[in-house]
């Protein structure tokens, strides 16, 4: 058995990215793969699996090497946790100045994945060749405040791009945003060889089509660097948090709870002597970070309490990931 990386790939039939640099194209072994129990799906772009040669050019998967990180979301169809990327060093959550509008809720949710895991979160602002809104320039000098990681940049006039590539150097990064916010365009920018395919953004709803149907690993011509691209969502489900514990994942709730009357057992709702809730009146916690919060927590409980009741989390129609 060899040790390799998962390009792309679903179903059964997986790029597989060998230790000599040569692509097989896998199939798994059995019907279960070991390692992969419990989720949706057995692989995503990023995995180190066990494989071993079978017919010339193509191999067979025997295991996946446990993950050091991943980048998922609950498949509501199959009430299970769906892999997207694995094993990325960065996070890089990416997000446009207009053309689909910039969504902050939308950052927040995925922000909240790295927090548990100590993967590096970058909030990318792609499209600035539009313009940057003073509104949109008000939120990232926020995030930026609260301690997030941000750059500008547009795939269109190459602004920002070194800056990308130098942070990404030599790392797994993935690259993960709602459809049309030009994540594959970035990539391709990075590298012109790249060839991701781009989508044009559907003018009337400002949403993008959706062009890639699963997260694709791609090495960058240095040989060290790997980038993956994947599917837009138009929402992302926030699940497997306590809501006990939602709190200390924004960082500058975390920041004043401690000095909350209730201490622990405060929600941040309308608890009497919340910290919470007066800093976002002084204007020190954004409303529309705290609006993330309130949402997100009643999301948790929703499902939650739904789940004891019959059994199965709710289903969220609107949620399904677009291109899946
Ligand atoms: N004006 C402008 N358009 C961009 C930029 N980056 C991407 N686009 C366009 O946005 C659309 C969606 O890009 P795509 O890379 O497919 O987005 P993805 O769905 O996030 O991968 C395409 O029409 C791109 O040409 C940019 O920096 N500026
Ligand atoms: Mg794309
Ligand atoms: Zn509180």
Known sequence: MSLGTVLSGANNSFSVLAEDGSVVRCALKGKKLKGAEGFYNPLAAGDVVEWEPASAGTGMIGSLIPRKSLFWRFNEKGKAIQAIAANMDVLVCVTS???????????????LEPS??????????????LGVDEDVAERMEDYRRVGFETMEMSADSGTGVEALRERIAGKTSAFVGQSGVGKSSILNALEAGLGLKVGEVCEKFERGRHTTVAAILSV????????????GFRRLAVRGIDPATLGACFPEIKKVSARCALGARCMHLDE???????????GAIHEDRYESYARVLAELEDTRAYAK???????????????A
């Open 97 to 111: 100045a207009a053309l689909p509008p910039f969504r902050p809720r939308f950052i927040d949710r995925v922000s």
């Open 116 to 129: 548990s895991d100590g993967v590096p979160f970058i909030i990318a602002l792609n499209k600035t060749d």
């Open 272 to 282: 009497p002597g919340c910290a919470v809730v007066d800093a976002v009146e002084s």
């Open 309 to 323: 009741k019959v059994g199965k989390p709710r289903r969220y129609e609107e949620d399904e990931y677009e291109d």
């Open 220 to 231: 960058l011509s240095d040989g060290a660097t790997r980038v993956i691209d994947t599917p």
